[in-house]
């Protein structure tokens, strides 16, 4: 029986602020590619500033897909990611177009890739009464009950992570069985793509460099606004889209509960922890190149990498 050949994609990876995007547009265009955007954050719509989405004008050039897809108080999983990343991928090659994967979002990598279990259930009445619990007995106290019945699971889940300690937490209450039973026996979806990943580096203090100065200009450039929009609008804090790092440090500014500079110095704190936490899971990609940004000027880098894209794009996976 003749093996199914995968379909070749390209993928930009890296962390937050090492240069993705713009790496991504000047790639996209030497590979009339339409990019589809792996970030969890960027799905929401009205959460713009801080998600530094491309402008309208750049999608107009250069089409991106899987951004502004759903409402900030709507449920999105990486398997609701997932279905619509291959939706998008089919789409684009039935134009003749190359898809581009470009993001942050190891976890939404993992989901194209196989890589988790089919779509586990929800219910938002459960979801209600954990973040219900939440307010009432602190995020603390339902990450040391996750600890009790999920050990696995609460060892891979920062305590100060309500998303996914609720998504646990909802997983074991709605089947009756925790999320490390079932991502460890329910069958896994083969993956139809071969991905050769490009990833982004730079050193660790031009990297935060890098952060702090975006964070200043998204506070400068409507963050604030943006974050009291969204509440004015009864966006609710409790969201998971609103308790990620710069929107939940804003909303206690909004709120009075903190100064302007320790919303921004938080913001800061935050957005550097998880750029430690994106490069723990992408040093694990492959295949991958890698280029360190303090040394290589993009446009060498992107000299350098196009033979590679373009064998990869050509291959015939398994030959």
């Avoid at 250069?62 to 900030?72: E, F, G, S, W, Y």
């Avoid at 460099?209 to 969204?230: D, H, K, M, S």
Wanted: charged residues 30%.
């Amino acid at each position: 029986m003749t093996e199914k050949k995968k379909i070749p994609i390209i993928a930009i990876i890296g962390p937050t602020a090492v240069g993705k995007t713009k790496f991504s547009l000047a790639l996209a265009e030497r590979l009339d590619a339409e990019v589809i955007s792996v970030d969890s954050r960027q799905v929401y719509r009205y959460l713009d500033v801080g998600t530094d989405k491309v402008s309208l004008e750049i999608r107009r050039r250069i089409p991106h897909h899987l951004i502004d897809v759903v409402d900030p108080d709507q449920i999105f999983s990486a398997a609701d990611f997932a279905l619509l990343a291959a939706d998008a991928i089919e789409r684009i090659r039935k134009r003749g177009k190359t898809p581009l994967l470009i993001g942050g979002t190891p976890f939404y990598y993992k989901a194209i890739c196989g890589s988790l279990s089919e779509d586990l259930p929800k219910d938002e009445e459960v979801r209600r009464v954990l973040e219900y619990e939440i307010e009432e007995k602190g995020l603390a106290e339902l990450h040391k009950e996750l600890s009790a019945i999920d050990p696995a699971a609460a060892e891979k889940i920062h305590p100060n992570d309500p998303a996914r300690t609720m998504r646990a937490l909802e997983i074991f209450r709605i089947t009756g069985r925790t999320a490390t039973w079932w991502y460890q026996n329910q069958a896994k979806t083969e993956s139809c793509y071969d991905i050769f990943y490009i990833g982004l580096i730079r050193a660790r203090a031009n990297l935060y460099e890098n952060i702090a100065r975006r964070v200043r200009e998204q506070f400068e450039n409507g963050y604030p606004e943006e974050v009291e929009w969204l509440l004015s609008r009864g966006y609710s804090p409790k969201l998971p889209a609103l308790r990620g790092f710069g929107y939940k440090e804003l909303i206690q500014y909004v709120q009075g509960n903190c100064t302007y500079e320790e919303a921004l110095e938080g913001d800061i704190r935050s957005t550097k922890a998880f750029s430690r936490r994106q490069m723990t899971w992408f040093k694990h990609f492959e295949p991958a190149i890698w280029y360190d940004f303090d040394k290589y000027e993009m446009s060498d880098a992107m000299d350098d990498v196009m033979p590679h894209c373009i064998r990869h794009l050509e291959q015939e996976s398994g030959s």
